[in-house]
Structures are given as structure tokens and as C-alpha cells.
Nanobody
């Protein structure tokens, strides 16, 4: 059974930092195409950052230079370091896996709220 559990969200002032974590079970973060997505009120869910099959990282233009995605194989955990936060980064952040090169599937975490005050 696949489980993705996010943590690390909260309220922060503009310019501040947060680190989100996604603890995975039932999959290996080092093998899967994993990423972070976010959904702001009244908006569609959008990609923030994700690993491709060959380990290439894709970032949304709006977060390039400010956010960093990483993974720790020993802890089987995905991270999102968010620096220089802006009010427009306010959203629910979700961890997601799209499967591996050999097997496709999709699982989402429950989400963690990030609120950036101006």
C-alpha cells in the first residue's frame, strides 16, 4: 500500500523559508517520478517541482531560484525547500508519485497548507 505523508507547512512572513517533507511508504522515492504540486483557492493544481525518470528536475518558472526539490533515499523522503516566499506561494502543497519507468501509477498525499503573509 502506497502512502505519502506531507509535513512542514505553516504560516510564514514574506521573505521567509519553509521546508516541506513527504515521507513515503510502499514505494522508493529514489526510483519513482516524484514531485510537488500546489493548489491555491479558486485555481487549478499546478506543478511546482518534479523529478523525471532520468533524474532531471523540472521547476515551475514562478519558483525557479527560490525552491529546491530533493530526496533522501535512506529516509525514503522527498523534500521541498522554499526560500524567499511570496504571498502568491500560498496554497495547499501536495506530494505526488507518477510511478516508475516500467510501471505507471499515481498517488497523492493529503496536502499541507502553506500560508505566506505580506
Amino acid at each position: 500500500q502506497v502512502q505519502l505523508v506531507e509535513s512542514g507547512g505553516g504560516l510564514v512572513q514574506a521573505g521567509g523559508s519553509l521546508r516541506l517533507s513527504c515521507a513515503a511508504s510502499g514505494i522508493l522515492v529514489s526510483n519513482d517520478r516524484m514531485g510537488w504540486y500546489r493548489q491555491a483557492p479558486w485555481k487549478q493544481r499546478e506543478l511546482v517541482a518534479a523529478f523525471s525518470n532520468d533524474g532531471i528536475i523540472n521547476y515551475a518558472d514562478s519558483v525557479k531560484g527560490r525552491f529546491t526539490i530533493s530526496r533522501d533515499s535512506a529516509k525514503n523522503t522527498l523534500y521541498l525547500q522554499m526560500n524567499s516566499l511570496k504571498p502568491e506561494d500560498t496554497a495547499v502543497y501536495y506530494c505526488c508519485t507518477r510511478g516508475t519507468y516500467y510501471r505507471m501509477y499515481t498517488y497523492w498525499g493529503q496536502g499541507t497548507q502553506v500560508t505566506v503573509s505580506s
